[in-house]
C-alpha cells in the first residue's frame, strides 16, 4: 500500500469566537501545507451576520482545495456554497434527510457519538465520516479518554472515515494518528499559535512520519 494510504489530514475547526486578526490567521493556516476540512462552528443566531463573516473564508478555502463544512444548519451550508453539513447531533437530521443532501453532492458528517452502539447506528447511515469529541468543551492538552477509545476502535474496524477531536498536545495528537484516525480534528493549536501556518507545516510533518512509519510497517 502506497504512503499516502496511512497518512491522516488535518481538521481544521474555527474558533466559536474569531478574534480580530482571524482574517490574517486564516490566510497563514491555508498556506502552512495539506488541510483535508475546515468546518466553520460558530454563533449562528444571527444568521446574516454569520453567512457574510463566513462567505470570504469558504471562498478563500476552496480556492486552496479545502473542503467547507457548516455547523448543523444545511440550508445555510447551501446559501454559502460550502460543501457540506457537519452535525453535532445525529437526531438532527434523518435517513430521508441525510439522502437529500447527498444526492445534490452535499458532505454530511456526524458528531454526537459516545458509544459503540450509537456509532454502530450512524455508520448504517452511511455518512462521510463520523466525529469523535466534542466541539463545545474547552480544548485540552490530552484527548478526552472516550474519543481516543471509540476513534482507535472505529479507525481500526470500520470503512467509513471518522474524525477525532485531538488534544492540544502533540502527545494526543501524534497517538490518534498512529491509531489510523483518518482526520485529526484541530482548533486551538492552530489559531492561537504565534504563526499558524508554520503550526500547520509543522503537524503535517508529524503526519508524513507516521505514516511513513505505518506504511514501512505494513510492507
Known amino acids: 500500500m502506497a504512503f499516502l494510504?496511512?497518512?491522516?489530514r488535518l481538521f481544521l475547526i474555527t474558533l466559536r469566537d474569531l478574534p480580530e486578526d482571524f482574517s490574517e490567521r486564516?490566510?497563514?493556516?491555508l498556506a502552512g501545507g495539506d488541510?483535508?476540512?475546515l468546518l466553520l462552528d460558530g454563533d449562528q443566531s444571527d444568521e446574516r451576520a454569520f453567512q457574510d463573516m463566513a462567505a470570504p473564508y469558504v471562498q478563500t478555502a476552496q480556492s486552496a482545495n479545502v473542503a467547507v463544512l457548516v455547523a448543523d444548519d444545511s440550508r445555510l451550508a447551501d446559501r454559502l456554497d460550502a460543501d457540506g453539513v457537519h452535525l453535532t447531533d445525529p437526531k438532527e437530521l434523518d435517513e430521508d434527510g441525510q439522502a437529500k443532501l447527498a444526492d445534490r453532492g452535499m458532505i454530511v458528517g456526524i458528531g454526537g457519538i459516545n458509544t459503540r452502539h450509537l456509532a454502530l447506528q450512524v455508520g448504517e447511515r452511511e455518512p462521510d465520516y463520523l466525529f469523535f469529541g466534542r466541539t463545545d468543551r474547552d480544548a485540552t492538552e490530552e484527548t478526552h479518554p472516550k474519543t481516543v477509545t471509540l476513534a482507535t476502535w472505529w479507525a481500526q474496524m470500520m470503512k467509513i472515515p471518522c474524525v477525532a477531536l485531538s488534544?492540544?498536545?502533540?502527545e494526543a495528537?501524534?497517538?490518534l494518528a498512529e491509531a489510523g484516525v483518518e482526520f485529526l480534528a484541530v482548533r486551538e493549536q492552530i489559531w492561537t499559535a504565534e504563526d499558524p501556518g508554520a503550526e500547520v507545516a509543522r503537524l503535517n510533518t508529524i503526519l508524513d512520519a507516521?505514516?511513513?512509519k505505518r506504511a514501512e510497517a505494513a510492507a
Request: charged residues 15%; hydrophobic residues 45%.
Open 167 to 170: 488534544g492540544t498536545s502533540d
Open 5 to 8: 494510504d496511512f497518512r491522516s
Open 173 to 175: 495528537f501524534t497517538a
Open 35 to 37: 488541510i483535508g476540512c
Open 210 to 212: 507516521i505514516a511513513h
Open 26 to 29: 486564516f490566510a497563514s493556516a
